[in-house]
């Protein structure tokens, strides 16, 4: 296995705990398999995220096998299909639209979603491993091809797990060059006192 | 100031970062006002998360006076008003509703809204602080009170921050008997290997 120097360019403006600037979405990763207690930490971390009257509306479906990794693999698009396959663990996090007990649209899913994905990013970190999300997949074929009714869940994002490996490696000549953590805007682009202003800062895109 | 023991009896399943077992949502807040150095620290945070093309759509609105907080609690629904107001910061979190680089409506705002608020979550306990978001606030008068377009933005949750206190002190006697950390489901009725089971277990709300 390939030894990647863990260099991050990335400086918090405060001091803030150190695995969020850690934290990053990688494309070169090495295939060698993850073992099972990895895998277990990923979802147990995801499980402890907080929701909405504790619905816990996430699921996750998870890719192993050469098999599934394959099926998992062809439903992404374009752009991801250049990097995510190699990774040893594929995920579609999807969420139950309704609330169990009364059956009402939870219009919160979504996000509680989020905090299950940013939980299971982290403790991927701890694991010595990176993840990596993605909005790009053919919609229409995941839903058939998981076994997901869209009339009672909805996909949130793909996700590729696994440890990094050295990007000339692995990856295409385009993608070595993009392969390292990108910034933010500044604090005062998204956070206001008391009320949004008038004439906020367009925030860059 | 009361000291509040640090009693978690919740249980991973499987070894992972405490972080996310030491993270919960209590009411009973002390309103001793927070410094500088930490509402930025919660911010900052926040800011690392992941987001769709790095699109950062959230926006954080705080309150930290008297007069902001007393505004800001009198949009929380009925449930909340009993314990949210005594919390030192209390911030809403809203999304940009489209993409600034093309115009088109960002799907995934509420999902990375939901990775930015579990890294404020998360820091929040480095700081000694806990975060409790709630769903639950008057949306009409929300908009306009905050000054948020409901075409521009979305709304996503309502967040209270500070110290615990002794719930006894601080909290009505109802909800004195539910200042505890809860539990969660069984990892087996979220994760899936491959597909959706046709006929999952039911999962308890």
Same mark, same amino acid.
């Given at each position: 296995?390939?030894?990647? %120097?863990? #260099?991050?360019?990335?400086?918090?403006?405060?001091?803030?705990?150190?695995?969020?600037?850690? +934290?990053?979405?990688?494309?070169?990763?090495?295939?060698? %398999?993850?073992?099972?207690?990895?895998?277990?930490?990923?979802?147990?971390?995801? !499980?402890?995220?907080?929701?909405?009257?504790?619905e816990?509306?996430?699921v996750?479906?998870?890719?192993?096998?050469?098999?599934?990794?394959? +099926?998992?693999?062809?439903?992404?698009?374009?752009?991801?299909?250049?990097?995510?396959?190699?990774?040893? *663990? /594929?995920?579609f996090?999807?969420? !139950? +639209?309704? #609330?169990? !007990?009364?059956?009402?649209?939870?219009?919160?899913?979504?996000?509680d979603?989020?905090?299950?994905?940013?939980s299971?990013?982290?403790?991927?970190?701890?694991?010595?491993?990176?993840?990596?999300?993605?909005?790009?997949?053919?919609?229409? !074929?995941?839903?058939?091809?998981?076994? /997901?009714?869209?009339a009672?869940?909805?996909?949130?994002?793909?996700?590729?797990?696994?440890?990094?490996?050295?990007?000339?490696?692995? *990856?295409?000549?385009?993608?070595?060059?993009?392969?390292?953590?990108?910034?933010?805007?500044?604090?005062?682009?998204?956070?206001?006192?008391?009320?949004?202003?008038?004439?906020?800062?367009?925030?860059?895109?």
């Amino acid at each position: 296995m390939t030894v990647v %120097p863990a #260099i991050n360019p990335r400086q918090a403006a405060v001091d803030i705990d150190p695995a969020f600037t850690d +934290r990053w979405s990688p494309r070169a990763f090495d295939d060698a %398999p993850l073992d099972d207690a990895q895998v277990a930490a990923l979802f147990e971390a995801a !499980r402890w995220a907080p929701s909405s009257s504790n619905e816990q509306p996430w699921v996750f479906l998870f890719a192993r096998s050469a098999e599934d990794r394959a +099926r998992f693999a062809d439903l992404l698009s374009g752009g991801n299909r250049n990097w995510a396959p190699k990774a040893p *663990l /594929l995920l579609f996090l999807a969420t !139950r +639209r309704t #609330i169990a !007990r009364n059956g009402r649209v939870n219009r919160h899913a979504g996000f509680d979603a989020g905090a299950a994905w940013m939980s299971l990013a982290l403790q991927a970190r701890r694991l010595g491993l990176h993840a990596h999300a993605m909005g790009g997949f053919d919609q229409e !074929r995941a839903y058939v091809e998981l076994g /997901l009714d869209p009339a009672t869940h909805e996909l949130m994002a793909a996700i590729a797990v696994g440890r990094r490996a050295d990007p000339v490696d692995v *990856l295409p000549e385009d993608l070595v060059e993009r392969e390292r953590p990108n910034g933010r805007v500044e604090t005062a682009s998204f956070v206001f006192e008391g009320r949004m202003p008038a004439d906020p800062e367009p925030v860059a895109g």
